[in-house]
């Protein structure tokens, strides 16, 4: 499933470690404004004042001295991918993105290592004034646009690991959904990290106006190496009044990766914001989606899976804040562990004063696959309204016998009728996912299950 | 001073990982020894070092088949500090009960260690109430039990608190087999800041923990952390935690964080928490029985509240409906 690539060519590998050397340079190479520079110098500055989350899973294997911050394929962003050096597409063509975008995706962008080297978009949706382009361009093309947003969802100060992303951010995606357009295929952002022992800090700010749609998809992937990799991008997503935003997500990282992503949405007047999220892959991943529910009868629905292996640790969860009258969110966490993997949910439901006639439901299913590995559920709520309803009910368990009782005694072999099982606990997610991701998702759950139960 | 951590840490900008104590209301005496100098110390450490500088009251209590202990702490201006350490040892083979209540009407210092050691095939009720009313209090009891083989454990805690700031916690260990633990928490809590921390461990195989709490708040902050931690070895064994909290004003807070910490596939672990108030359609209902609005609160308060009331005399029972009707009518 994750190969290594060709031997790839770069045009520039930033020397490893964390300098204000290697920030300038970066900026520099990319050309950038003097307020994008401050930017990032402001967040070195933050980088070196935050501490070391003192919660959650072990970082100590992490040290940024090992890790490269900006990587640059030896070659600029195209809107055809026979441009693409062969190399590189072949890795795409596996990943199977030319064949999505032809088949079902209204438009496409592709990031290898720190840079896109691919972006399209169909011709119908330019017309109607859909911006999708990469981050860089756009802070180029719509500065007036871009800073009006950028970092006000996700600030500087919000954690270490987010100052170290405004510090050396490359690539990303930048899309801009205009007063009542529907963008009704979905576009899609893949994200691969090739090179060993660096680091990928794509930022992805979307917009989407008042009354408008889109569904978005990321999709992330790394070949296997013996040394650690780091991923910690950012994801800023606005949603304008009445405006609605699906964000998809199959991770599929490499098992020596860090994946220390930050996600978050601000949500304005009747508008919702759905998540759905897959994690698989990672050694460590700290992955906390997170909706503000700011405006009255705004919405949010979480639906997620995690599946933990060998040598994993994947700490989850989601996080909201009701600000708005008669917001509702809806929390559908899964979680599977196997091999000594651990699986944790670390969620947050806070409702603040204002939110009168709100309400929050969260579930969280855990279902552990045999005696060596674990399943935390952490999960907070801060209740401030006396008008407000908030429910959450969490189950961990195995694999129910009566079930695979009741399946042998319609034929199935033991380990079939397990499988189907673990595919059963895991449609929720499935389901939610357009059908090609849907069958991906079901692929990688076969290939982590395999040698356990089939 | 920030005190009573919870077992595993979350994210600092939750405010739940421990509790903070205000400055003044700590007694001169902790501040000059050196445990105040760590901020993250949790009771029990604090408690034990605290007994070894300043105990005044310390006990070992025996108990047999058929003994009913109570003992009441009253504090008064002639009594307004208390640091208890009471060490209960119960026979094998024992059916017995415990009642502790702590009374107060005027500003205290409170810092227990109540410590169970449970033998084997034992019945055991404890009931635990504080009842105290007043403002610049701070009222911390650390509670330990260790259960024996077969045993079961029926533990309530009973908070009528006012004014005050109060911390408990709580920590049960089940290292044998076939041993039940119910704990039933009722906390009404006017102007206080509480915070409760349960930590149950459960090593031994088909275990059964059952925790619940039922709480209403009036201008108060409160903290719940409630842990069941199954650690490998503790196969077919059964967890349930539920949590309910009425929010009475728009000034009290409810911070729950109900933990499952799971090593062993082969068990069966649920928790539940809400923040509860009459749905409309209940209300309507109520309504059109001629039932008012404050009337209807009170009964869904004390619905919730009786099934937790099972354990306590009828004199306890009678207080806690009081408070809880009192509660209900003034907000």
């Known amino acids: ?454 | 001073m920030r005190i009573n951590m919870t077992p595993i840490p979350t994210c600092q900008n939750y405010l739940i990982n421990d509790f903070d104590i205000k400055e003044n209301l700590i007694p001169e005496f902790i501040k000059t020894c050196d445990l105040c100098d760590n901020t993250q110390i949790n009771i029990d450490e604090k408690c034990s070092k605290l007994l070894q500088i300043k105990e005044n009251y310390t006990k070992i209590v025996d108990l047999l088949d058929g003994d009913n202990k109570r003992l009441d702490f009253s504090f008064d201006n002639s009594c307004d500090q208390l640091v208890e350490n009471i060490k209960f040892n119960v026979a094998d083979f024992s059916h017995c009960s415990v009642t502790i209540s702590y009374f107060a009407k005027s500003q205290f210092f409170h810092n227990g260690l109540l410590d169970f050691s449970v033998g084997k095939e034992c019945h055991m009720s404890v009931v635990i109430l504080s009842d105290v009313s007043a403002v610049d209090s701070l009222d911390l009891l650390s509670i330990k039990i260790n259960l024996g083989e077969g045993s079961t454990l029926s533990l309530s805690v009973v908070d009528l608190s006012k004014g005050s700031t109060m911390s408990k916690r709580l920590e049960i260990d089940t290292p044998h087999d076939d041993s039940i633990v119910n704990i039933r928490t009722i906390c009404l809590a006017e102007s206080a800041s509480v915070d409760y921390n349960y930590i149950t461990r459960v090593l031994g195989e088909r275990n059964v923990v059952d925790m619940k709490s039922v709480g209403a708040l009036s201008h108060t902050d409160k903290h719940f952390k409630g842990c069941i931690d199954f650690k490998r070895g503790s196969r077919k064994s059964v967890g349930k935690e539920k949590e309910v909290c009425l929010i009475l004003d728009d000034e009290s807070k409810s911070l729950s964080l109900p933990t499952i910490l799971c090593e062993e596939e082969d068990v069966d672990i649920s928790h539940a928490t809400a923040t509860a108030k009459l749905s409309d359609k209940a209300m309507f209902y109520m309504n059109s029985r001629g039932i008012d609005e404050k009337e209807a609160g009170k009964i869904y308060l004390i619905s919730l509240l009786s099934s937790l009331m099972i354990d306590l005399d009828d004199k306890v029972k009678e207080k806690i409906l009081d408070k809880a009707g009192r509660m209900m009518y003034e907000n």
């Open chain 1, 1 to 454: 499933m994750i190969t290594k690539d060709n031997s790839p060519d770069y045009e520039y590998v930033s020397q490893k470690g964390l300098t204000r050397e290697i920030v300038e340079d970066i900026s520099r190479r990319k050309g950038e404004e003097k307020w994008v520079l401050d930017i990032r110098l402001k967040a070195l500055e933050m980088y070196y004042a935050l501490s070391m989350p003192t919660w959650g899973p072990s970082l100590e294997e992490l040290n940024i001295d090992d890790i490269a911050t900006y990587v640059k394929p030896a070659s600029s962003m195209k809107d055809n991918w026979d441009e693409v050096p062969e190399n590189i597409k072949d890795t795409f063509v596996k990943l199977g993105i030319p064949k999505a975008e032809r088949d079902y995706l209204a438009g496409v962008g592709a990031q290898y290592d720190s840079e896109v080297v691919y972006h399209n978009i169909k011709e119908e949706l330019l017309s109607q004034g859909v911006i999708y382009t990469d981050f860089d361009s756009a802070l180029v093309e719509y500065p007036d646009l871009v800073k009006q947003y950028f970092t006000k969802c996700v600030p500087l100060t919000e954690h270490k690991f987010i100052a170290l992303h405004y510090a050396v951010f490359s690539g990303g995606s930048f899309v801009y959904v205009p007063r009542g357009v529907h963008v009704t295929m979905p576009l899609q952002s893949y994200f691969r990290l090739n090179s060993p022992e660096s680091g990928q800090f794509e930022h992805t700010l979307i917009i989407v106006d008042e009354g408008a749609s889109l569904h978005f998809i990321e999709g992330c992937s790394a070949p296997k190496y013996n040394k650690f990799n780091l991923h910690a991008g950012c994801v800023e997503l606005f949603v304008k009044k009445g405006g609605t935003l699906r964000y998809s997500t199959v991770e599929n990282w490499s098992k020596n990766m860090f994946n220390l992503n930050t996600k978050k949405a601000i949500v304005e007047e009747d508008a919702v914001m759905e998540w759905v999220s897959g994690s698989f892959g990672s050694h460590i991943s700290m992955l906390y989606p997170m909706s503000i529910l700011v405006g009255d009868r705004a919405r949010t629905e979480y639906t997620g899976i995690s599946f933990a292996g060998e040598g994993q640790n994947l700490d989850t969860g989601f996080k909201v804040i009701h600000v708005g009258k008669d917001t509702n969110s809806v929390v559908h966490s899964r979680s599977l562990s196997k091999g000594g993997g651990k699986t944790t949910y670390r969620g947050l439901v806070r409702i603040m004063p204002s939110a009168t006639h709100s309400s929050s439901f969260v579930d969280c299913d855990n279902l552990m696959l045999d005696d060596i590995s674990k399943s935390d559920t952490i999960p907070v709520s801060d209740i401030r309204s006396s008008d407000a309803t908030f429910s959450h009910e969490a189950k961990v368990g195995k694999i129910s016998d009566k079930a695979i009782f009741y399946l042998m005694s319609r034929g199935l072999m033991e380990s079939d009728a397990k499988a189907m099982i673990v595919r059963g606990f895991a449609s929720p997610i499935s389901k939610e996912l357009p059908l090609e991701y849907a069958v991906e998702m079901n692929r990688l759950i076969n290939l982590e299950l395999e040698g356990e139960i089939q």
